[in-house]
């Protein structure tokens, strides 16, 4: 069975290496040079056949590229919204099954000072939502003669835009990037110091995080609920510690019966399509029915 995975997370590039290693000829579709990096780092020595490609498709270009396979498997991040609809609508066009593996949510432990949502913890729907709450309680603090926060920005690089609205932008926001040139450009590219960029590969530990906040003198925290494998339960831990306010953007919510958070489940499902024992594929993208095909 041919497979393309669509990767970029830790979670793309495990499946990626099981796909392997049940002898599907698998190929990993990566966004960036950095991506290929890690993928090829991370598969090195699999078994079967397995392909790093390094692409970004509009949705017409995948329905002709999923031609070519059996199946696809999205295993981009959970904020990667865009992506993830192209993807399902191009397989849904050409009739192929579409799997989905989501990285699991992060569950917040019930003592101690991770305790997680508090009057210190903003949650938003959107980054420009989050944003505009941090402006807010910019405006807070400016109308009881406090002084503005360093803020510590956990997101990346795409959506530095957002921030400029904000006061004294760029000089107390730090970025935590991808060490790669197009992270490190888009910073500079909106005017950011380039003291101001710490361009790591995470996720980082408890410790590491805070230790990061405590040099750069940070006060607020900006953040994506991205899971346990995102480190997510890390950076606010250590913001609490920290006494650091804590902004962070919701998962998007996905549904459905062909999303697994369980990597064994998807992997099962793989085995079922592989064997045959799936009649067809619709162009609702629904499983038509587990009888042999004969």
């Known amino acids: 069975m041919k497979v393309l995975v669509f ?7 495990e499946i990626s290496s099981r796909c392997a290693a049940l002898g599907f000829d698998t190929t990993v579709s990566v966004a960036s040079g950095y991506g290929r990096e890690m993928a090829e780092r991370d598969v090195a020595g699999s078994f079967g056949r397995l ?66 949502k508090g009057e210190c913890f903003f949650e938003s729907d959107s ?25 510590f920005v956990s997101t990346g690089s795409k959506n530095i835009s957002c921030f400029e609205r904000l006061s004294m932008f760029p000089d107390r926001f730090y ?22 960029i710490i361009a790591m590969q995470g996720p980082f530990s408890e410790l590491m995080n805070e230790a990061m906040f405590r040099e750069t003198g940070a006060g607020a925290l900006v953040t994506k609920e991205s899971g346990r494998n995102g480190g997510f339960f890390e950076k606010v831990s250590a913001a609490k510690k920290c006494g650091m306010a804590v902004f962070s953007v919701r ?24 064997e045959g024992r799936v009649l067809d594929w619709n162009r609702n993208g629904k499983l038509g029915g587990d009888d042999c095909r004969g």
């Open 7 to 13: 990767s970029g997370t830790t979670e793309g590039r």
């Open 175 to 196: 970025f935590r990037v991808l060490p790669s040139v197009d992270s490190i450009s888009a910073c500079l590219g909106r005017g950011v110091p380039s003291k101001n």
């Open 251 to 274: 998962r998007p919510v996905e549904e459905g019966y062909n999303v697994f958070e369980d990597i064994g489940e998807l992997e099962k499902e793989l085995g079922r399509l592989d």
């Open 51 to 116: 392909t790093v490609v390094e692409n970004r498709l509009s949705e017409e270009e995948m329905e002709r590229v999923f031609l070519g396979f059996d199946c696809v498997v999205d295993a981009t991040h959970p904020f990667a919204v865009e992506v993830t609809a192209n993807i399902a609508r191009a397989c849904a066009a050409v009739g192929k099954p579409c799997l989905r593996l989501l990285r699991k949510k992060t569950a917040f432990p019930l003592d101690g000072h991770a305790s997680g």
């Open 127 to 151: 980054m420009d939502a989050m944003c505009a709450d941090l402006a807010a309680f910019d405006k807070s603090r400016l109308e009881r003669g406090l002084p503005l926060p360093v803020v």
